[in-house]
C-alpha cells in the first residue's frame, strides 16, 4: 500500500517521474500533507539536465521546480545520518548510491518519508519509505 498523507521527501527518481506527468505521482503529491526536496536531488537533475539534448529547457524546468518546492540542504546533524546509516551498511555489506544515502540521511534527520523508486532504499534501518 502507498502511503499518501503525510511529510515527504522525494527521491530524485520520483520526481523525474513528477516532470513525465507519472499519474501515481501526481496523484500520491496531490495527496501529501507537506514535500519537500533534497538539494542533492536538485543537482542530480541539473546535471541530468544540462546533459540531455534539451538542456536549457530542461534546466528552466528544474530551476522552476526548486524554487516552487521547500528545498532541505544537507549539515552537519545530516552528515550525522549519513554517517551512522553508511555504518549500517557496510557492516551488512549492503552499499547503495552515495548521493542515495545523503538523499536518506536527510529524510532521517527531518523524520519524512522517502518517496521512492529505487528499492535499494529498503535496505536503511529507520527510513520511513512510500514506493510511488
Not at 528545498?71 to 555489506?93: I, N, Q
Request: charged letters at 25%.
Amino acid at each position: 500500500m502507498i502511503p499518501l498523507a503525510g511529510r515527504f521527501l522525494l527521491d530524485t527518481s520520483v520526481i523525474i517521474d513528477l516532470f513525465a506527468e507519472d499519474r501515481a505521482v501526481v496523484r500520491a503529491l496531490a495527496e501529501a500533507d507537506e514535500v519537500f526536496v533534497p538539494s542533492v536531488a536538485i543537482g542530480e537533475l541539473l546535471y541530468g539536465a544540462r546533459l540531455s539534448a534539451r538542456a536549457a529547457a530542461n534546466v528552466s524546468q528544474v530551476e522552476a521546480f526548486a524554487a516552487a518546492t521547500a528545498v532541505l540542504s544537507c549539515d552537519g546533524e545530516t552528515a550525522r545520518h549519513y554517517a551512522e546509516a553508511k555504518l549500517r551498511l557496510r557492516a551488512k555489506g549492503r552499499p547503495i548510491p552515495e548521493n542515495d544515502l545523503w538523499i536518506a540521511a536527510v529524510a532521517l534527520q527531518h523524520d519524512l518519508t522517502l518517496a521512492v523508486r529505487d528499492g535499494h532504499f529498503r535496505e536503511i534501518e529507520g527510513l520511513a519509505l512510500a514506493e510511488w
